[in-house]
């Protein structure tokens, strides 16, 4: 009897612990899940845009911590209509947008946070930085030169425009 006791008490121990472990994969597979989607967002407007004459705009909210991709059908940018809204999804406690550095130089850490895409490629690029459960920070980069959005491990260095004067030609 004592050693199925033993037994069970090792077998419980070894689910305890499998457990914890999943849990912790699940958590970070949440974070990397929403970070994905809205990688998939912006490549959507990317690629939507690329294909048509259709303009399209991903504005992060960092108050409400919500994005919205939505296609521009109307000349007033402040209005977003129903109608225009594509994809709209919020952050969670596992994956929360902290700034938005755009490659002009231009900050924001609270408010909206807009990335415009057209025909011609994206109208800024920049890095949104997404804090995990435990606020280690990635980095969604968004390249205006190539249109490619990749997610990347810590604060990412951004490829900044040169000024007029650096020019050659």
């Known amino acids: 009897m004592t050693e199925l006791i033993v037994v069970l008490v090792m077998i419980s121990l070894i689910m305890l612990l499998a457990q914890m472990n999943f849990f912790s994969l699940l958590t970070k597979n949440t974070f990397r899940v929403q970070a994905q989607e809205l990688i998939s967002a912006m490549q959507m407007a990317a690629n939507a ?29 402040s209005e977003v209509l129903d109608e225009e809204i594509i994809v709209s999804n919020e952050f969670s406690n596992n994956c929360q947008a902290a700034y938005v550095l755009f490659d002009d130089g231009d900050f924001a850490n609270e408010g909206r ?21 435990n606020e280690t920070p990635y980095s969604v980069v968004v390249n205006r030169l190539n249109r490619i959005v990749t ?11 040169k000024r007029p004067d650096e ?3």
Do not use: C, N
Request: proline content about 3%.
């Open 49 to 77: 845009a690329a294909e048509s004459d259709k303009r399209y705009e991903v504005i992060i909210d960092m108050t409400e911590q919500t994005y919205v991709l939505r296609e521009i059908t109307s000349p007033d940018l």
């Open 113 to 133: 946070a807009k990335f415009r895409v057209g025909h011609s490629g994206w109208q800024y690029g920049g890095r949104i930085v997404l804090l995990d459960r």
């Open 151 to 161: 997610l990347q491990d810590d604060e990412a260095a951004l490829l900044l425009p």
């Open 167 to 169: 020019m050659l030609f």
